[in-house]
């Protein structure tokens, strides 16, 4: 070997071990803080609520289903999209689910998945400009994908790591074609500010996306949120990095505002409050 590819391979062996001592050294440098992350998610019971959320998708829907409808929505954390669909099937039957997203469909497609486990036959209202685009784009993505093989089973005691298997076993499965999920759709093709002066329905569950201006999400915080039913959700989601932290904080002081709403929970991007029953 010559000098000069000595020299070379050398240089070549120091310029990939820098990256990785990179990476070793940012993830020594980040580990305090995402320890003391992970301990203040479980004292807060986040872990409780996602592992409940996840085990009960699990024997609602198939998990290769989650993952095509993940992978066609794609711009959720998995987690927060099965919370989603968690909390849409345990939404109280007074009303409608509301998502008013940005440039995605994921949060109201997982409503709408979590409504189909819901006795009542509640309607997932998405709203949002060119929103109709938005959704024809996801009824090809979903047919091409085969996401209609998602089964509908229906069992009594979701919560019963004995009786789901067995009622699973004993069912007969029927496939979920996607019109079911665009059927469960009422489209408001309209700005949500715009959609704030004519909306009079009572909401089970809201879910905005913090991706909006600080005067957007205030108006409609006070347009929105005295239409949550008794029992009803209150989601926001997308709070997540600098300026998120920033929203996080505005939306708290705002919420504490309206007296018969509870903060629950907050889970990673996800800000969850109830309104108080009657």
């Given at each position: 070997m010559t000098a000069a590819n000595s020299a070379q391979?050398?240089?070549?062996h120091h310029n990939s071990t820098v990256p990785i001592y990179s990476r070793f050294l940012g993830n020594l440098w980040r580990s305090p803080s995402r320890f003391f992350r992970s301990a203040s998610r479980w004292f807060s019971g986040a872990y409780e609520w996602e592992s409940r959320a996840a085990y009960d998708l699990a024997q609602w829907f198939p998990p290769q289903d989650q993952a095509i409808l993940s992978s066609i929505c794609g711009t959720g954390?998995?987690?927060i999209d099965r919370?989603?669909?968690?909390l849409a099937a345990q939404a109280p039957p007074t009303g409608c689910l509301v998502d008013i997203g940005s440039q995605g469909t994921?949060?109201?497609?997982?409503?709408?998945?979590g409504a189909m486990r819901h006795p009542s036959p509640l309607t997932v209202v998405s709203i949002g400009e060119e929103i109709d685009r938005v959704w024809q784009v996801f009824a090809r993505q979903a047919e091409s994908a085969h996401l209609q093989s998602i089964v509908d089973q229906t069992f009594s005691d979701v919560y019963s790591p004995v009786v789901a298997p067995l009622s699973n076993s004993l069912s007969s499965p029927s496939p979920i074609p996607v019109s079911r999920i665009l059927d469960r759709l009422r489209l408001q093709n309209i700005h949500p500010l715009e959609a704030c002066t004519s909306f009079r329905d009572p909401i089970s569950m809201l879910s905005v996306h913090s991706s909006r201006s600080s005067h957007e999400l205030m108006t409609l915080l006070h347009k929105f949120v005295p239409h949550v039913a008794p029992s009803g959700w209150i989601a926001w989601t997308g709070i997540q990095g600098k300026r998120g932290l920033r929203r996080q904080t505005l939306i708290h002081q705002e919420m504490a505002a309206h007296k018969?709403?509870?903060?629950v929970i907050t889970i990673r991007s996800l800000i969850l409050y109830r309104r108080q029953a009657n």
């Amino acid at each position: 070997m010559t000098a000069a590819n000595s020299a070379q391979a050398i240089s070549t062996h120091h310029n990939s071990t820098v990256p990785i001592y990179s990476r070793f050294l940012g993830n020594l440098w980040r580990s305090p803080s995402r320890f003391f992350r992970s301990a203040s998610r479980w004292f807060s019971g986040a872990y409780e609520w996602e592992s409940r959320a996840a085990y009960d998708l699990a024997q609602w829907f198939p998990p290769q289903d989650q993952a095509i409808l993940s992978s066609i929505c794609g711009t959720g954390h998995r987690t927060i999209d099965r919370m989603m669909a968690w909390l849409a099937a345990q939404a109280p039957p007074t009303g409608c689910l509301v998502d008013i997203g940005s440039q995605g469909t994921y949060s109201a497609a997982w409503m709408a998945m979590g409504a189909m486990r819901h006795p009542s036959p509640l309607t997932v209202v998405s709203i949002g400009e060119e929103i109709d685009r938005v959704w024809q784009v996801f009824a090809r993505q979903a047919e091409s994908a085969h996401l209609q093989s998602i089964v509908d089973q229906t069992f009594s005691d979701v919560y019963s790591p004995v009786v789901a298997p067995l009622s699973n076993s004993l069912s007969s499965p029927s496939p979920i074609p996607v019109s079911r999920i665009l059927d469960r759709l009422r489209l408001q093709n309209i700005h949500p500010l715009e959609a704030c002066t004519s909306f009079r329905d009572p909401i089970s569950m809201l879910s905005v996306h913090s991706s909006r201006s600080s005067h957007e999400l205030m108006t409609l915080l006070h347009k929105f949120v005295p239409h949550v039913a008794p029992s009803g959700w209150i989601a926001w989601t997308g709070i997540q990095g600098k300026r998120g932290l920033r929203r996080q904080t505005l939306i708290h002081q705002e919420m504490a505002a309206h007296k018969d709403c509870t903060h629950v929970i907050t889970i990673r991007s996800l800000i969850l409050y109830r309104r108080q029953a009657n």
